[in-house]
Each structure stands twice: as structure tokens, then as C-alpha cells.
């Protein structure tokens, strides 16, 4: 079980990170720019676009309620 404890908090930390929110936002962007100008799954890259995006920007994670992990980035608890 320690194992998945550790998991949980090194993604935490790579996700509120410098490298994993420029990450998100340069996926976001790059979704999103991809249904500007090419025509299939313009409705999903958008929206999975947005979602990247928004979560680089404003550091959350929207899979948090999922993995186990606190929405915001840096609500992280110090252990």
C-alpha cells in the first residue's frame, strides 16, 4: 500500500510542478489550435483541450476526486 501512497504524492508534486503544468498548457494549446483548423473530433479536442489547459493554468487537477488527490495544487498537505 505504501507503493500507492507514493505514487499519489510524486504525481501530485510533478503535476503542480513547473514541468507538468507547462505540459498541460501546451497540450491545451495545441488541442485546441488542432480544432481550429482540421475538421475531425473538433468537439473532443476542444473540450479535452480546455480542460488541459485550464488545468496548467490554474494548477488543479480534475482527476483529483479520482485518483485521491487534492483538487488544488497547492493545497498539498506537508508530511
Known sequence: MNTHKNFKTKFQAFKSGKLGRTIDITL??????YAIFFEPYRIVAVII????????AFNVCWAAPIIGIPFK???AEKE
Open 73 to 75: 495544487g497547492n493545497s
Open 49 to 56: 483541450g480546455f480542460f488541459a489547459f485550464t488545468a496548467g
Open 28 to 33: 491545451g494549446i495545441s488541442l485546441i489550435g
